[in-house]
């Protein structure tokens, strides 16, 4: 079951456009025996690596948090966490075949209270149906 900070891949997402690829994911929050899906925060390792001052961690301004290779998490590449509309994803686990879906590493405790922390900071970002689910 899914926890706060894990890191997850799912093989074969399908994206909006049909298209489909391995995509990595960030657990935001526990699943409970009582609940039947998760909330996870979707990565990208190619969006913003142009931007020259970029800073591990937190970039509010930008809607982003950025997670350097060098931080030693399971991302073999910069990876980067957008904050907005789209970021947050909803996943009913039990319909997702484990062998599709399953955790491969976490982000260390100070890590992942820096990502909370950043996503607190662009909640007007964040759709107002899963405030309660984060912001708790």
């Known amino acids: ?3 706060k900070g894990q890191i997850w891949l799912y093989k074969e997402y399908e994206f909006e456009d049909g298209t489909k690829r391995d995509k990595y ?3 935001i929050q526990d699943m ?3 609940k039947k899906e998760c909330l ?3 990565t990208t390792s190619s969006y913003w690596r142009f931007i020259p001052d970029i800073k591990a961690g937190c970039n509010a301004e930008m809607y982003l948090f950025f997670i350097p290779n060098k931080w030693g998490t399971y991302f073999k590449k910069d ?3 957008l904050l907005n509309f789209n970021s947050v994803k909803s996943f009913k686990i039990t319909n997702i075949p484990s ?6 590493g976490d982000l260390s405790p100070e890590h992942y209270a820096q990502l909370k922390n950043c996503l607190y900071k662009c909640k007007d970002r964040i759709p107002m ?8």
Not at 99 to 104: A, C, K, L, Q, R
């Open 1 to 3: 079951m899914p926890c």
């Open 32 to 34: 409970y025996k009582s």
């Open 99 to 104: 062998n599709t879906f399953f955790s491969v």
């Open 129 to 136: 149906m899963y405030h309660t689910m984060i912001f708790k």
């Open 25 to 27: 994911f960030i657990a």
């Open 79 to 81: 990876t980067y966490v």
């Open 40 to 42: 996870f925060l979707i």
